[in-house]
Structures are given as structure tokens and as C-alpha cells.
């Protein structure tokens, strides 16, 4: 079993920073990456970002591509995302999710993660 717990988000404006952090236990051995993804009211939940767990490899969403940055300490167990320049079109519920075994090399996929959090809500105003 992988626990997947979600941090960090809050109410900003337009412009400003957000981190969110995701603290993982249980099963980690056969982790092939992490990602973030997020769901606005009324629509499907969607790929923001993706690392692979041993490499570092990342990819993004264009959406968010120079804005956005995910990172993982394997020590801790953790993975962030680094959000600046955020936009009200940001605004959504963005959950971490795990994946195990073999994944694609764009890592978008989320029926390649089988695990997810619980979400944390982010809010961006005009």
C-alpha cells in the first residue's frame, strides 16, 4: 500500500508563488515516478506535471511549462511542486498520485498511477 498525503494549498492572487509538498510511505521500491495533476469545478482532471523517482526526468503540461516545477527528495520520501506566476485559470484541486512499474515516457497517463492523494484545493483570484 502507498499513502499519499497532500500540503500547501491555499487563496492567492494572480502572480504570486504556491508549493505544494506530498509526504509518501508504504510501498516504494517499485516506483517508477510521481506526478501532479489537478481538477477545476466542471471539468476532467488533467496532467500538470511528472517526475520519474530514480532519474529526476520531468515533464509539464504546457499550461504551466516555465512556470511550474516539480521536484522529489528520495530520502524524505517527498515530492513539490513549485508554482509561481500563478493564473486564476490555476485555480483547481491538484492531488499527487504514484505510479508503479512501467510507465510512458511522457508520464501523463492517469491510468498509469495507482495511487492518488487526497487532493489540496489551490485558489487563484483576479
Known amino acids: 500500500q502507498v499513502q499519499l498525503v497532500e500540503s500547501g494549498g491555499g487563496l492567492v492572487q494572480a502572480g504570486d508563488s504556491l508549493r505544494l509538498s506530498c509526504a509518501a510511505s508504504?510501498?516504494?521500491?517499485?516506483?517508477?515516478?510521481m506526478g501532479w495533476f489537478r481538477q477545476a469545478p466542471g471539468k476532467d482532471r488533467e496532467f500538470v506535471a511528472a517526475?520519474?523517482?530514480?532519474?529526476?526526468?520531468?515533464n509539464y503540461a504546457e499550461s504551466v511549462e516555465g512556470r511550474f516545477t516539480i521536484s522529489r527528495d528520495i530520502e524524505k520520501n517527498t515530492l513539490w511542486l513549485q508554482m509561481n506566476s500563478l493564473k486564476p485559470e490555476d485555480t483547481a484541486v491538484y492531488y499527487c498520485?504514484?505510479?508503479?512499474?512501467?510507465?510512458?515516457?511522457?508520464?501523463?497517463?492517469?491510468?498509469?498511477?495507482?495511487?492518488w492523494g487526497q487532493g489540496t484545493q489551490v485558489t487563484v483570484s483576479s
Open positions: 517526475i520519474r523517482w530514480l532519474s529526476g526526468i520531468t
Open positions: 498520485a504514484s505510479a508503479l512499474g512501467i510507465i510512458s515516457s511522457s508520464m501523463k497517463e492517469i491510468s498509469a498511477y495507482g495511487y
Open positions: 508504504g510501498r516504494t521500491f517499485s516506483r517508477s515516478a
